[in-house]
Nanobody
Framework: EVQLVESGGGSVQAGGSVRLSCAAS????????IGWFRQAPGKERAVISC???????YYADAVKGRFTISSDNAQSTVYLQMNSLEPEDTAVYFC?????????????????WGQGTQVTVSS
């Protein structure tokens, strides 16, 4: 059984930083891709970043230059370092896994999902 567990969320002031973690069990990162999505109140869940087992990465325009995705295969963990946070970054953040190397940018591209972690950025 594949399980993804996000952690690291919380409250931070604008301009601050947060590092999210996505710990996987039952899923080896060498087998596919991990994506980070976020969903703000009243909005659709949207991809913000992903990383493949080959190291290819993707960033949505809204976070490019501020967020960095990385993986520790030995720890079966993917990280999302979020810097220069803005109130507009407030959302529930989800990680998702897929057994392809496509770095999908849509929800349907991922088979497994975590429960999410809340990030709140105050001005």
């Amino acid at each position: 059984e594949v399980q993804l567990v996000e952690s690291g969320g919380g409250s931070v002031q604008a301009g601050g930083s947060v590092r999210l973690s996505c710990a996987a069990s039952g899923f080896a990162f060498v087998d596919g891709s991990i994506g980070w999505f976020r969903q703000a109140p009243g909005k659709e869940r949207a991809v913000i970043s992903c990383i493949t087992a080959t190291g290819r990465t993707y960033y949505a325009d809204a976070v490019k230059g501020r967020f960095t995705i990385s993986s520790d295969n030995a720890q079966s963990t993917v990280y999302l370092q979020m810097n220069s946070l803005e109130p507009e970054d407030t959302a529930v953040y989800f990680c998702a896994a897929d057994r392809t190397f496509l770095c999908e940018t849509t929800r349907s591209g991922y088979e497994y999902w975590g429960q999410g972690t809340q990030v709140t950025v105050s001005s």
